[in-house]
Every structure is written in C-alpha cells, then in structure tokens.
C-alpha cells in the first residue's frame, strides 16, 4: 500500500499568483491534516478534514488560504495572491480517525519570488 | 502562549554513544507527548507515544520519558548509528483535541 503522497513536490511561483497543492493520502483514513514548515520552525497546523465533518479551519493563516476534500479521498489547498512569507514546506498528513497515528507525505516545497 | 522548546543546539555523537534530547513546553497540558523522525526532504515519520500518565516507553533502542511536573520529556538513542541521523521532533497533543503542536526538531549527526 502507497503511503501520503502530494504533487507537486516543488513550486517556484511569482509573489502575486495563485498556487494549488494537492495530497493524496492513505486509502481508508478518514482524517486528513495540513501543516506548514517554515526553515528552522516546527510544523504549524493549517486545516483538518474527518470523514463529512465539517473541516477545522482554525490554523489558516489569511483568507488567502483555503482547502478543500472530495469526500475521504484527494484534498487541494490553494493558496492565492501568494507572499514572500508563504515560502514553507507544505506537509500533509492522514491518518484512520481523530486522534490515531499520523502518516506524513513528502511535503510540497513553495518559493515564492 | 504555548511554547515548545528543543535542544536548540545541533548534536554530534561518536557511533555507540548515547544521545539525549530534551523537549520543554510551557502554557499546556499535553495528554500525549509524541516523537518524529524527520530525514531531509521527507515528512516526520512517527516514533514514539508517551501518555501524560506514562513516566517512561520504549521501543527498542529508543527510549521516552515524560514528566509533567518539570514540563518536559527526555528521548535517548542508545547505541546509536550513522543511520540514527536525522532531526528528532517532539510534538504535543491534548486530550480534547486531534492538532499537534510541534517543537522545531533537534538535528542528531551520529559520527562513524
């Protein structure tokens, strides 16, 4: 069984466009995880979708942000006009419920210019 | 605010010798203290779970303690190895909650 993966694995985009990650997690895992990685940071928990609940959005840091799921399968986060400061690794991570075991993909690696 | 504090320091080790990292936190009440590992290029890969009512774990050659008076937890690589390479992330979770709050990682360099 393939573990979390996420497309693409790096993005170099200009400060001002809009850009889309996606995360293809674990077959089953109703739960899905998004966190950001800045240089020399801890992870900082973006968004979190279980099953049809709906989704914690707590952790987005602007309107700029969003995501979305289709049901319990691929999840895109998008981030539009995007800054200098949006330049992280973007991880993503799923898992078989609230509160289980969290299997991170590789990360989408962003540097906006 | 909650703060996570590790090592802040790289730590570099001779092959056989015993690693310690700490992980401090302040302003929370973790109900699980979790360990990743994290290799260049790649997402954290889970170690460890230690409970709030839990003093010690283990799982081979690593071992876990938790004390939640001092608001700390301690991560030993016993006998460690080249392979054991890697950036170590402590990771807090509560117990009415499903979000982990990460420390920044301790960069282990295990010489040969």
């Known amino acids: 069984g393939a573990g979390v993966s996420q497309s693409p694995s790096n993005k170099v985009t200009e400060k001002g466009k809009d850009v889309e990650l996606r995360c293809d997690p674990i077959s089953g895992h109703t739960a899905l995880y998004w966190y950001r990685q800045r240089l020399g940071q801890g992870l900082e928990f973006l968004i979190y979708?279980?099953?049809?609940?709906?989704?914690?959005k707590s952790g987005l840091p602007s309107d700029r942000f969003s995501a979305e799921r289709t049901g319990e399968s691929v999840s895109t986060l998008t981030i539009q006009r995007t800054q200098q400061e949006d330049s992280a690794v973007y991880l993503c991570?799923?898992?078989?419920?609230?509160?289980?075991?969290?299997?991170f993909g590789p990360g989408t690696r962003l540097l906006v210019l | 605010s909650q703060k996570i504090e590790q090592n802040s320091e790289a730590l570099n080790i001779q092959e056989g010798k015993t690693a310690t990292l700490t992980c401090n936190y302040t302003n929370y009440s973790p109900a699980y203290l979790q360990w990743y590992r994290q290799d260049p290029g790649r997402g954290p890969v889970f170690l460890l779970l230690?409970?709030?009512?839990?003093k010690e774990k283990r799982k081979e050659r690593l071992k876990v303690t938790f004390d939640t008076t001092l608001k700390q937890s301690l991560f030993h690589i016993t006998a460690s190895q080249p392979a054991d390479s890697a950036t170590y992330l402590c990771?807090?979770?509560?117990?009415?909650?499903?979000?982990?709050?990460f420390g920044a990682g301790t960069t282990v360099t295990v010489r040969a």
């Open positions: 230690i409970r709030e009512n839990e």
């Open positions: 990771a807090l979770e509560r117990s009415n909650d499903y979000k982990l709050s």
């Open positions: 979708f279980q099953g049809n609940s709906a989704p914690d």
């Open positions: 991570a799923s898992s078989l419920g609230r509160g289980e075991t969290q299997y």
